[in-house]
């Protein structure tokens, strides 16, 4: 067992993760900055933001392993990077292994690149990529003491295309993964299989990969 602290677990990404690290046995505690409509039986909620980690108390010591799954989004929309900063330089030297929730714009569409980001991208979902790329920027030139890994997930992925679990997932690396019909999608359900199988089984220290079926 496992003890996994979710940060912006109560959103889309985050409760997806809180919900299949419960259902391992692992021990769930969820930060959020407003209490949730309906808990996650098995997780301990904690209220507070990571831009207050000292308003946090002890939540991350003892931890295996915290994942940020913050969205630039509302009050968070400039913040998520001095947010992951400070979590970053928190557990930097402690064996808490940090994971990032990413974005598809970053990942690439082909061995050595160009990045989806750069193919004819929608303008309204830039400054989440953006985001998302300067985020993994920042996990790279981290010290080396940091344990990290960064997840990007499929082009479609998100509340509006749900979609279900199906138990697997296909690791493309650095590459976007697409199925036969050149479809780039995963589950929330099946994302969280991924994350979680990355934190009980390390294969990308200090980098990062996609997901999708």
């Not at 996994?4 to 985050?14: E, Q």
């Not at 790329?133 to 890994?149: P, R, V």
Request: proline share 5%; glycine share 14%; net charge negative.
């Amino acid at each position: 067992m496992s003890r996994i602290v979710v940060i912006g677990g109560t959103g889309y990404a985050g409760s997806h993760i809180a919900r299949e690290s419960v259902s391992r046995g692992h021990e769930v505690t969820v930060i959020s900055r407003s209490t949730p409509d309906a808990r996650l039986d098995g997780a301990r909620y904690v209220q507070g933001s990571v831009l207050d980690l000292d308003g946090l108390g002890d939540v991350f010591d003892g931890a295996d392993a915290g994942v940020s799954a913050l969205s630039p989004r509302g009050d968070m929309e400039n913040a998520v990077l001095p947010a992951l900063r400070a979590l970053a330089d928190k557990l930097t030297g402690t064996p808490t292994r940090l994971g990032v929730v990413g974005g598809a714009g970053g990942s690439l569409v082909a061995p050595g690149g160009p990045r989806l980001f750069d193919q004819d991208f929608p303008e309204e979902y830039k400054h989440e990529a953006q985001v998302g790329i300067d985020s993994l920027e920042l996990l790279q030139g981290t010290d080396e003491s940091l344990d990290w890994f960064f997840i990007h997930p499929a082009e479609v992925f998100g509340p509006w295309a749900e979609g279900e679990r199906t138990g697997s997932y296909r690791d493309g690396g650095d590459v976007l993964v697409r199925d036969a019909d050149g479809t780039s999608t995963i589950s929330g359900a099946d994302f969280a299989i991924a994350v979680v199988d990355e934190i009980e089984q390390p294969k990308h220290r200090r980098g990062r990969f996609t997901v999708g079926y």
